[in-house]
């Protein structure tokens, strides 16, 4: 008997060192990171709406500096850049009407000063050119600003900093919820990958409640500070509130995805000051797909 | 409240066995210990009975082959005598005792040698097979009851997490499912510590109950053999 007590035991003792050692925690189901797919495969022939946004921005103050002379209203206009850019094609327009056929009546005479007058109409051609193309680019990014605010306010809806709500990036995104601004007004923004994979990043941790009253249709809010390493700084915060009872477990599942998501590893750290401090929108109605 | 939360959220709970069994209430760890020891205990039962099971059936083939192998009665009894650790040799030996004390001395076989000769054998089958069932019940106790404790921890384990639920005023995951994981968790080591007993259990049940209706049919041929002895002699 007593032979078969230790053999006994010792199986027990073995099958318990393999389950200490084998079940240690339950397993993390971890999924490599999923690389934002580059927007042209959604929508050809189309950057991130931010960059395009940028870029833009960057060559009309070039565009709007040089052609001082003939265009004057568009330096008063800088901040309102779609009217600027209107105007600014509407009057060199006006002024290629008017040119060719002031100079003719009153230097008819004297041949050699019509060179002078020829070049003032190529550069406002260019000028008109330079301007025509900003146009659909404007356009086609503030359609694109639209769409993307769409896809990606339903899970990430970033309100800009205390001082992000400069002049410059206003006009380019007006009703876009995910704006983001640097307090410095450069063009330091989150680039919509980085936005992407903090996206799917969250979304993998979050379990929305299911089956509640209504449970579909409740948006929670957190604000959330981040440390430079990408983990929180300070437990998230519910900013807004529902009077729903599935508003509660919403709230909870939101904070405990963000929990358990971090660190945020997917922000470069040149631009802690635009996403140290962001406030997130959980709607599951995109979660499900609705 | 808002401590209670981020506590259960910024450490969603240790879920390895250890931290399971590490958190669990006094109750359930209590359970958890009694249903190891008990498993354990079982495991030592079993182990014991199959071997002495498969030696008590070898040991008995071969006594069967040399009790029928033609040689006497009288030879086998001083060539087993000695080693007398077989059911069946002993209670051959026992009956061979008998029958020799009654008829030593005179040549005519004493009155009622037939019942006592029974007699005898009848107490060592029983002597026997005590030894063989012995401790046999405390696994049909096992497989009976080790499922009900781990129910109990169960319960306990699911009151606990009901008082969670109660204190944090949220009824998340994270807050009801460590007491759920360490109720199951209980209920685990009872059905882990049931089902073996509940199957050896059987098995050596079955098992006994064949090796008694050999000795039973064993001592019904040697009594017959005795009863035709007497018959020859008177």
């Known amino acids: 008997m007593r032979t078969s007590v230790i053999i006994s035991s010792l199986l027990h003792v073995g099958i318990l060192f393999w389950a200490f050692a084998g079940f240690t925690a339950t397993r993390e189901f971890k999924a490599n990171p999923v690389q934002s797919i580059p927007v042209e495969i959604l929508s050809p022939g189309e950057f991130t709406k931010l960059k395009a946004g940028d870029k833009k921005e960057k060559a009309e103050k070039t565009e709007v500096k040089k052609p001082e002379p003939p265009v004057k209203k568009v330096n008063k206009e800088k901040p309102k850049k779609k009217k600027a850019v209107k105007k600014a094609v509407n009057a060199p327009a006006k002024q290629e009407k008017k040119e060719p056929v002031v100079v003719p009546k009153k230097k008819k005479a004297v041949e050699k000063p019509k060179p002078k007058p020829k070049p003032k109409p190529k550069v406002a051609e260019k000028k008109i050119k330079k301007k025509v193309k900003p146009k659909p680019r404007a356009k086609k990014a503030t359609n694109k600003n639209n769409f993307d605010a769409d896809r990606i306010a339903a899970l990430l809806n970033k309100i800009p900093d205390a001082g992000g709500n400069d002049a410059q990036k206003a006009p380019i995104a007006p009703k876009r919820q995910v704006s983001r601004g640097d307090p410095r007004g450069r063009d330091k923004t989150i680039s919509v990958s980085e936005i992407d994979a903090f996206r799917t990043q969250i979304s993998q941790c979050w379990n929305p409640p299911i089956g509640g009253l209504g449970a579909d249709r409740i948006v929670v809010k957190v604000r959330i500070s981040l440390n430079k390493d990408g983990t929180l700084n300070r437990p998230p915060k519910v900013v807004n509130s529902m009077s729903s009872t599935s508003f509660l477990p919403a709230a909870d599942s939101a904070t405990r995805a963000i929990w358990q998501c971090q660190p945020y590893t997917m922000f470069t750290p040149e631009r802690y000051n635009v996403w140290r401090d962001m406030v997130l929108s959980f709607d599951p109605r995109e979660m499900y797909g609705g | ?234």
């Open chain 2, 1 to 234: 409240m808002l401590e209670v939360f981020t506590t259960n959220l910024s450490q969603p709970g240790d879920l390895s066995i250890m931290g399971l069994f590490l958190q669990a209430h006094f109750v359930v760890k209590a359970v958890i210990v009694g249903l190891l020891i008990s498993s354990v205990w079982c495991w030592a039962i079993i182990l014991e009975k199959l071997f002495v099971f498969r030696r008590t059936r070898r040991e008995t083939d071969r006594f069967e082959q040399q009790f029928w192998s033609g040689q006497s009665l009288d030879e086998l009894y001083n060539m087993i005598r000695e080693q007398q650790s077989n059911a069946m040799a002993s209670l051959f030996i026992a009956a061979m005792r008998e029958w020799k004390r009654s008829v030593e001395g005179n040549p005519r076989p004493m009155a009622g040698v037939q019942m006592r000769v029974e007699k005898v054998m009848d107490v060592s089958i029983a002597r026997e097979m005590d030894r063989l069932e012995r401790r046999l019940l405390f696994l049909a106790t096992v497989g009976s009851t080790a499922p009900f404790i781990g129910l109990f921890g169960t319960v306990w384990g699911i009151m606990t997490s009901f008082q969670a639920i109660a204190v944090s005023k949220n009824t998340n995951l994270s807050v009801v499912a460590p007491g759920i994981a360490e109720a199951l968790f209980a209920t685990a080591l009872g059905l882990l510590a049931a089902i073996p007993a509940v199957i050896f259990y059987n098995k050596f049940a079955n098992e006994s109950a064949r090796i008694g209706q050999r000795l039973e049919g064993f001592s019904d041929e040697f009594s017959a053999i005795l009863s035709r002895q007497i018959d020859v002699r008177s």
